[in-house]
């Protein structure tokens, strides 16, 4: 079991060795260790998000009385495979009217945001890409920049709907994401750090989600609308604005977008886990596979919530934001903060 | 020249040639989106000079949150060419480059005239807990001030926005 536990930074430490050995200097290997860890995350996405969409079409087909696929092998395992063959090769349409430079680099911003996310979360005892000290902190802001390949995309194709949906996915996420920190910032305010890795360390008596219930609810309402997730998913709205920001876009810039939707929801999920459920620490399994299973079920309550619950309306979506959720947080950090000077 | 001067005049160069895309672009949409990078440049220059926190709070302030709502406002105000939406855009061109000539003189004066003190020590590794002292202890004023006149602007915009009220 030792041996499990330490495999991967065992492997990381044997390559740089080796690359020393061979006669490279102690940067190098470093530079090149990162950029294997870089590819390994890449890779780890890709197959994750098969799985992913493949997972959410079974459920949602559970959840609604359905099969759900079921030709392309057992229980229809390998039909986002076929799904992403077809999106690869399909022809890449570009609409005449459109900003062309913003059109096609929007989904390309967007994916190497939420890719960018990963660099900081702690996938094992050790095992983030980079441990930063304000791990938590580069997570929201670089998060928050993915408003901006949203909009690009709605403003660049040129199409009434899309701007509209890019509008609304503007307005929802800059609302969201102030109860998403403030929830945030009362996790911080326990651990007294904004490293991942220390947070998850300090959750080794108790989980925070026992701690901060009333932030975990909050928290949990925020990332739901930040990940522009039903309910919330008025952005994209099929049924009025066709699908928002993505309705111009086909072939493999749709699949970007679509594949930047689902990083997303992994790299929330497994915040979720790190901030309120103690991240890679459990019993008996090696702590690498604890965070991917806790990151699952948080990611099976999102799909459940999704395909459950309807949509709501936009401007009772915003009121509920700025009169519910940031007067709650509020509350919840002030109680946070006296509890914790009270019990120094 | 070393690898770190190099790192600096990279990041100095794409946050010019970004801010050059601000002032030159005749699209004013891809002015805004230029602006982003401009705020992105400036970040890694303060990650550059160690200020980590600082660096994220102008990727989280500037770039995720005030250009976009910049953006936003421009989007649905204006038309996109700037010479459209502001006709005597062209007009002010000379003056506007001697204000701004004078400007970038008075700040290089203050910048060469201003003996800049350089630590040898060691790098700072809680630069968040440090900026907390200071804020909440030596200039704990000037900061609560700060947070009442942006209080201020905040019920200023809600008044404007809703317009009169109805007896």
Known sequence: MKGAETFF????????????????????????????????IAGIVTVNIIILIWLERKISGFIQLRLGPNRLGPWGVFQTIADAIKLLTKEDIIPSQTDK?????APIVFIIISLMLYVV??????????????????????????????LMAGWGSNNKWS?????????QMISYEIPLVFSLLAVVMIAGSLNMSDIVNAQDKIW????????????????????????????????????????EYSGMRWALFFLAEYTNLFAVSALTAIMFFGGFKGPFLPSWLWLPIKAYIIMLVFFWLKWTLPRIRMDHLMAFSWKVLIPVTLANLVVTGCVLHFLK | MQLSDLVFYAL????????????????IVHSALCLVLTFIGVAGIYFYLGADFIGLIQILAYAGAISVLMIFAVMLLLSRDVSESNPSHKKGKYLAALFSGLFAFLLALSIYSTSWDLT?????????????????????IAFEAAAILLLAAVIGAVILARGEEKR
Do not use: H, W
């Not at chain 1, 430079?101 to 680099?105: A, G, K, L, N, P």
């Not at chain 1, 929201?140 to 901006?148: A, N």
């Not at chain 1, 919330?232 to 604005?241: G, K, N, V, Y």
């Open chain 1, 101 to 105: 430079i913003i059109f096609r680099t």
């Open chain 2, 120 to 140: 040898e020590g060691a790098e700072i590794v809680d630069s968040i807990g440090k900026i907390a002292y200071m804020l909440m202890g030596d200039y704990v």
């Open chain 2, 12 to 27: 100095a160069a794409f946050t010019i040639i970004a801010a050059l895309g601000v002032v030159a672009l005749p699209n």
């Open chain 1, 208 to 247: 925070f989600v026992f701690l901060q219930p009333v932030a975990f609810i909050t928290y949990f309402i925020a990332a739901t609308a930040e990940l522009n997730r039903g309910p919330f998913d008025m952005p994209e709205a099929e049924q009025e604005l066709t699908a928002g920001a993505y309705t």
């Open chain 1, 9 to 40: 930074v065992d492997l990381a430490r044997a390559i740089v060795n080796g690359l020393e050995n061979m006669g490279m200097s102690a940067l190098g290997a470093e530079i090149i260790l990162l950029i294997i860890k870089f590819a390994c």
């Open chain 1, 121 to 150: 979360l702690p996938f094992g005892d050790g095992m983030a890409i980079v441990d930063l000290n304000l791990g938590v902190l580069y997570f929201i802001s670089v998060g928050s920049l993915g408003t901006i390949a949203l």
């Open chain 1, 163 to 171: 701007l509209l949906g890019a509008m609304r996915s503007v307005a």
